[in-house]
């Protein structure tokens, strides 16, 4: 398709802002919600006295429910719309709270992370469609970048939280109010933002994109207007344009000669792939428990995962700042590169450190303290390369990679490839630090490099096009 240059729109960038802001809410619970197992693990597993393999499962057992939630919202949202979608997603992140707070065992605790799970997918969807379908050109990578933001903040404050109320009653598995062991106040702190997620969901309007689609072009025009100053009419006629005659988007008009699947879609499938095997969620839903078990207090270990969440926080404010000025695929590649050296440089330190034998046989490496700073200051290198980059640049692409027919069905496949991936490295994680924790790292500095090579030929660059020039 030959790309068309229109004249830049004006438009108000507080309304803008404002919708985007709301369509976040679910990134933020995507955050919480993910994260919020990490202060949970070590008190779950000797609870209910489980397994290596089983707490694997029982921390990415969420994720199966994220695969069918992305799956499934692409599609949901080209019939009922992105809004109600967002009611739904509201839902199941509180139903899937309370579970959590009241479970009696793995079994049912499994079973209410699924559905927590189904929001998650569910919202890793339909915010950046939203997002994207709303925002103007011009900042429509900014806009798309408060995704990550919200899900880093939602992870921050699900770190905090977790922090807290452990300082609160000594410990994770310790009892704090009304007889119940910290870890399920943990869950339960999750109630708050499920709420407020649905309550303002109910008061932003709906994508036009979707109501040209349903024939409620006047509609459109008004959500519009919020928005935009200038151009309305005419992006009214591209929307038209754009989205063909088709009024329903199916899976065969995905279909392509590469392997079955149009290229675009394949690379936003890779791009969802690499952003999890690089292993960025190891961080945040082991990092306690994994800096426990190499020499740091509970204490100590909450509060280095704090810290990370703190310096995620701000690589992606940095992001932000950045993805509209110099582009997308320069992000990924500084982020490559830079993920590719701290993974490297943390799977050294881990394959190099002496291991100490536990009573039940099991051996762990127990770093010295030059060890342990070089360690942490890896880690958060990590993260920040990973968070200036894989993380806000990912999720913008995803937004506005595909054209408007096929949008949210391919973004709905592309996340479920995403969560498809986080499930198997999650649950991977346990088993491969059983046997070496220099070989896990050193598996996802591979992935890394590889990462690197992939942006490099196959990624486009999204930067300044409208949605409706997109092939």
């Not at 499934?72 to 009611?87: E, F, N, S």
């Amino acid at each position: 398709m030959t790309e068309t240059r229109s004249a830049p729109e004006s438009f108000h960038t507080g309304q803008a802002l404002l919708l985007a802001s709301v369509a976040a809410l679910g990134g933020f619970l995507f955050g919480f919600d993910t994260a919020v197992i990490n202060g949970t693990v070590s008190a779950v597993r000797d609870g209910f006295e489980l397994s290596p393999a089983l707490t694997g499962f029982v921390v990415s057992s969420a994720l199966l429910g994220c695969v069918v939630g992305a799956f499934t919202a692409g599609k949901l949202a080209d019939r009922i719309g992105r809004v109600r979608v967002m009611l739904i997603a509201a839902s199941l992140f509180l139903i899937s709270a309370v579970g959590c707070t009241f479970a009696v065992g793995a079994t049912d605790l499994i079973a209410w992370r699924v559905i927590g799970g189904l929001g998650v997918g569910t919202a890793s969807v339909i915010a950046p469609a939203y997002i994207a379908e709303i925002s103007p050109a011009q900042i429509r990578g900014r806009l798309g970048s408060m995704q990550q933001m919200a899900i880093v903040v939602g992870i921050f404050v699900a770190l905090l939280s977790n922090a807290w109320l452990a300082g609160l009653s000594g410990g994770a598995a310790e009892p704090l109010w009304f007889g119940l062991e910290t870890w399920r106040w943990m869950f339960f702190a999750e109630v708050v933002p499920a709420l407020a997620y649905g309550a303002f969901a109910l008061m932003i309007p709906e994508s036009p994109r979707f109501l040209v689609k349903k024939g409620s072009p006047a509609k459109a025009r008004e959500v519009l207007s919020r928005v935009l100053q200038t151009g309305v009419d005419q992006r009214i006629e591209e929307i038209r344009r754009s989205l063909g005659t088709e009024t329903r988007t199916r899976l065969k008009h995905l279909r392509g000669p590469a392997l079955g699947l149009l290229p675009i879609v394949w690379v936003g499938i890779l791009l969802s792939t690499f952003q999890q095997f690089v292993g960025i969620n190891v961080i945040f839903y082991y990092s306690s428990t994994l800096w426990q078990s190499v020499g740091f207090t509970e204490a100590d270990a909450l509060a280095q995962t704090v810290i990370t969440g703190v310096t995620n926080i701000v690589v992606t404010i940095i992001a932000i700042a950045l993805v509209d000025k110099i582009g997308r695929r320069r992000l990924l590649m500084i982020g490559s590169t830079g993920m590719t050296v701290t993974l490297g440089l943390l799977a050294w330190i881990f394959a190099t450190a002496p291991v100490v034998e536990a009573a039940d046989g099991s051996v762990t490496p127990q770093l010295t303290d030059t060890g342990g700073v070089i360690a942490l200051l890896a880690a958060n290198g990590f993260v920040v390369f990973f968070g200036m980059s894989w993380g806000p640049a990912v999720w913008v692409l995803l937004g506005e990679m595909f054209n408007n027919r096929i949008r949210a069905t391919a973004l709905g496949i592309a996340a479920a490839a995403q969560w498809l991936a986080n499930f198997a490295i999650s649950t991977t994680f346990p088993m491969m630090a059983d046997l070496s924790l220099g070989v896990a790292y050193g598996f996802y500095t591979i992935c890394a490099a590889i990462s690197l090579f992939f942006v490099f030929r196959f990624v486009p660059e999204t930067k300044g096009k409208q949605l409706e020039d997109m092939q």
